[in-house]
Nanobody, 122 residues
Framework: QVQLVESGGGLVQAGGSLRLSCAAS????????MGWFRQAPGKEREFVAA????????YYADSVKGRFTISRDNAKNTVYLQMNSLKPEDTAVYYC???????????????WGQGTQVTVSS
């Protein structure tokens, strides 16, 4: 398994931007596809974006496509989520996760970070 720690969350106004980072431990980070999920209070966990181990493939939820960009730097053992044009509906705890293959399904992910709070005000 890989250990993951998210950072970069905070408070922003609608229309603003944030960049989330997820730092992975160990020497096998490049073996994993990586994903971002989010969960608002009282709601189920929602898929946001995913990226393959070599960055060849990406996949986005319709709700964020065109606004968010997922990327990774395997040399730094880090995956990023650039969030632009933020909306109040983006408010949630954001989690990064690792899977063996590119997937939008939470059950496919083997390791999860603790999450970072993103709050978008009107």
């Amino acid at each position: 398994q890989v250990q993951l720690v998210e950072s970069g969350g905070g408070l922003v106004q609608a229309g603003g931007s944030l960049r989330l980072s997820c730092a992975a431990s160990g020497r096998t980070f490049s073996n994993y596809a990586m994903g971002w999920f989010r969960q608002a209070p009282g709601k189920e966990r929602e898929f946001v974006a995913a990226i393959s181990w070599n960055s060849y493939s990406t996949y986005y939820a319709d709700s964020v496509k065109g606004r968010f960009t997922i990327s990774r730097d395997n040399a730094k053992n880090t995956v990023y989520l650039q969030m632009n044009s933020l909306k109040p509906e983006d408010t949630a705890v954001y989690y990064c996760a690792a899977a063996l293959t590119l997937s939008r399904w939470a059950y496919e992910y083997l390791s999860w970070g603790q999450g970072t709070q993103v709050t978008v005000s009107s």
